[in-house]
């Protein structure tokens, strides 16, 4: 049985850097075009795709590559069969007996997404073999799905929903049990290349996550983003961006060009600390042994040059700053934040969709602004609609102010 998702937004962290990437996939989704999200472990590929899927309002079909994964997985196949057997004894001295054996065919998640027009999302696909997914190409550029023969009959073709569209991520090609990328498919994407999530991102997602206070937080984020940086300082620092050997661990220095994400790092230390009331502060023991625990061993130069940076880090912590968002922009200012509220104000509680339509706004420019208001406690929400605050009615006039028994 094939199992249909319906992606949720709860819990997501949007943050400017995030707004940013969201809208420009957003919109090449809406033009009909599919949308391949690339880059390292950790930095939200997959967070972000499912986002992606709530905003365009379809069902989803998930599925994740690996390389055992074949074309049936993706289209379909025969599973048992069916008998139908007819004895016809209408004149008593003349029996006729029909037997019909068919193969009964079950469609996969593809398949079922290109017929109903679900959105696919397709996590890690170059995990998979690449002659798995040339079940693709037809898909995203005719439009049309070729199902291999059965029951004795010719191959049949299958006409792509217009609603229809994939969403595809990947990890670089030098990560262990990645494939190639045939040249064909990705010429039929919108290549997308995932930025390493910035302090701010990092942070509010730290928070939302584990549940840490911003202070203590900060203080992780900064630490292992030090740490990160200092140790691709040492690549630069060994000679036109070659290590010396003695300072590589066993992986391939390759690797060292495409970083994990910090994320996951920071995110291991605040739900350690926090569930364990361990203080954040590098002067406690504790704290040491867990950050040393966590990125020690997701570095990739040997042991004893990994630990001379982390002893400097932790001799040498300076007070945390507040990040600021690595393109620049005001983190204060939300498009279309003040129509927002002005126009629930005026209504007894509204839908998101009730908000797009009466502003002419995409639903990304909706929810920013909804959770930047809910934020601010000047809405709250019941179900799926969305009401003023209490003490925003208070300080509205009266004759704006909604029912409060709605």
């Known amino acids: 049985m094939t199992t249909v998702l319906r992606a949720s937004p709860r819990g997501f962290v949007n943050t400017p850097q995030v707004a940013q990437t969201a809208a420009r996939a957003l919109r090449y989704l809406q033009s009909g075009f599919s949308v391949h999200l690339r880059g390292p472990a950790g930095?939200?590929?997959?967070?972000?795709?499912?986002?992606?899927?709530?905003?365009?309002?379809?069902?989803?079909?998930?599925?994740?590559?690996?390389?055992?994964?074949?074309?049936?997985?993706?289209?379909?196949r025969s599973a048992g069969y069916t008998r139908k057997k007819v004895v016809d004894n209408f004149i008593h001295n003349v029996v006729k007996v029909e037997d019909e054996l068919r193969h009964n065919w079950v469609d996969s998640r593809l398949t079922l997404a290109c017929k109903e027009g679900f959105t696919l999302v397709y996590d890690e696909f170059n995990r998979s073999r690449p002659e798995v997914n040339n079940v693709l190409l037809s898909a995203l550029e005719e439009k049309l799905l070729v199902l291999p023969p059965h029951n004795g009959q010719k191959s049949e073709y299958v006409r792509v929903h217009p609603?229809?569209?994939?969403?595809?991520?990947?990890?670089?090609?030098?990560?262990?049990?990645?494939?190639?990328?045939?040249d064909a498919l990705m010429d039929r994407l919108v290549t997308i290349n995932m930025p390493e999530p910035d302090g701010v991102t990092q942070l509010e997602i730290l928070m939302q996550k584990t549940g840490i206070d911003r202070t203590q937080g900060l203080k992780i984020v900064q630490?292992?983003?030090d740490f990160r940086e200092r140790t691709m300082a040492l690549l630069a620092a060994n000679g036109n961006g070659h290590l010396q050997a003695s300072n590589l661990s066993s992986r391939n220095a390759v690797s060292l060009l495409h970083f994990s994400s910090t994320l996951r790092s920071c995110i291991t230390i605040a739900k350690v600390c926090r569930e364990h009331a361990i203080p954040v502060d590098v002067a406690n023991e504790e704290f040491r042994d867990i950050f040393a625990d966590v990125v020690l061993s997701?570095?990739?130069?040997?042991?004893?040059?990994?630990?001379?940076?982390?002893?400097?880090?932790?001799?040498?912590?300076?007070?945390?700053?507040?990040?600021?968002?690595?393109?620049g922009k005001d983190t204060a200012f939300i498009p279309y934040e003040e129509e927002v509220l002005a126009y629930i104000k005026q209504s007894q509680g509204v839908r998101v969709s009730e908000i797009q339509a009466a502003l002419n706004i995409n639903r990304v420019e909706a929810i920013d602004a909804l959770r930047s208001l809910i934020k601010k406690g000047m809405l709250m929400q019941r179900d799926d609609r969305l009401y003023i605050a209490q003490k925003q009615l208070q300080a509205s006039p009266p004759t704006a102010t909604p029912d409060s028994s709605s």
């Not at 609603?163 to 990947?170: M, V």
Request: glycine content about 6%; cysteine-free; hydrophobic content about 35%.
């Open 43 to 76: 930095t939200g590929k997959t967070t972000l795709a499912l986002h992606l899927a709530d905003l365009l309002e379809r069902p989803m079909m998930l599925i994740f590559g690996d390389s055992e994964l074949k074309s049936g997985d993706l289209i379909g």
């Open 163 to 182: 609603n229809f569209r994939a969403i595809f991520t990947s990890n670089p090609e030098e990560y262990s049990g990645v494939h190639d990328t045939q």
């Open 223 to 225: 630490l292992v983003r």
């Open 298 to 327: 997701r570095s990739n130069l040997n042991l004893v040059t990994a630990r001379k940076i982390l002893a400097e880090i932790l001799a040498t912590e300076k007070e945390p700053s507040q990040p600021q968002p690595e393109n």
